[in-house]
């Protein structure tokens, strides 16, 4: 299985405690997914933040005609530094996504790694 990583940071300009408070609402996914996605929440098993254990169903739109449910686990989670999602049903064979937060030079960073691996091997 060939797989990909994806690595991305980003400074933010508040407080780790309010990006903790945002980030870790999963309700605030559709607003940080890029539109054309067109992200949707179905079920997240208990309102509220982030907590390992964690499930959570939506769709997306992965093409003009081809919208897929996807559910992920959130498996570990330390607030207010980082939480991991993985993928239990969805597009990908491999899905693994860590957010995290931490302070670098007296600045506020988030960091983004996603580990996946595409569906039908070669394809």
């Keep these: 299985m060939k797989m990909?990583?994806?690595k991305n940071?980003?400074?933010?300009?508040t407080t780790q405690e309010i990006a903790w408070r945002f980030l870790s609402?999963?309700?605030n996914l559709g607003s940080i997914t890029p539109k054309e996605v067109e992200f949707k929440?179905?079920?997240?098993s208990k309102d509220g933040d982030t907590y390992a254990g964690q499930i959570i169903e939506y769709t997306i739109r992965l093409s003009r005609f081809m919208r897929v449910?996807?559910?992920t686990e959130i498996t570990h989670c330390q607030a207010p530094n980082y939480f991991i999602d993985e993928q239990r049903f969805g597009p990908y064979k491999f899905w693994h996504h860590q957010h995290w937060l931490s302070m670098e030079n007296g600045h506020l960073v988030m960091h983004d790694e996603i580990t996946?691996?595409?569906p039908f091997g070669w394809i």
Excluded: E, G, S, T
Aim: net charge positive.
């Design 69 to 71: 449910n996807w559910v």
């Design 25 to 27: 609402n999963p309700k």
């Design 41 to 44: 929440i179905l079920n997240i």
């Design 9 to 13: 940071q980003l400074p933010i300009k």
């Design 4 to 6: 990909y990583h994806l």
């Design 116 to 118: 996946y691996a595409m």
